[in-house]
Nanobody, 124 residues
Framework: QVQLVESGGGLVQAGGSLRLSCAASGRTFSFSMSKMGWFRQAPGKEREFLAAIRSGGTTSYKDSVRGRFTISRDNAKSTVYLQMNNLKPEDTAVYYC????????????????WGQGTQVTVSS
């Protein structure tokens, strides 16, 4: 059984920053070998890809967040992070982390495990 637990969400003013964390656990789960992604879902919208990071640290980003969001990982802590800067009201959504064992993907259905999500609200 694999568990992903997100934290760090909250209410922030436009222009502010938040750092999301996602802690992974599981008796047979090899975090260091997994590919991790961050997605978000706003009310009435589909879940959208934001960023992904390979086991070796190579990253991929959605164009609209590149330069504002940074994904990173700490394999020793089995944790992946999403640093979000210059937040905008349109960034308001539930943010999810996800894990998969094959190559990095921008498609939500390709991911094997999901966290419960953390709410991010950006006020104008």
């Amino acid at each position: 059984q694999v568990q992903l637990v997100e934290s760090g969400g909250g209410l922030v003013q436009a222009g502010g920053s938040l750092r999301l964390s996602c802690a992974a656990s599981g008796r047979t789960f090899s975090f260091s070998m997994s590919k991790m992604g961050w997605f978000r879902q706003a009310p009435g919208k589909e879940r959208e890809f934001l960023a992904a990071i390979r086991s070796g640290g190579t990253t991929s980003y959605k164009d609209s967040v590149r330069g504002r969001f940074t994904i990173s990982r700490d394999n020793a802590k089995s944790t992946v992070y999403l640093q979000m800067n210059n937040l905008k009201p349109e960034d308001t959504a539930v943010y999810y982390c996800a894990a998969r064992f094959l190559g990095v993907s921008t498609t939500a259905s390709d991911y094997d495990y999901w966290g419960q999500g953390t709410q991010v609200t950006v006020s104008s």
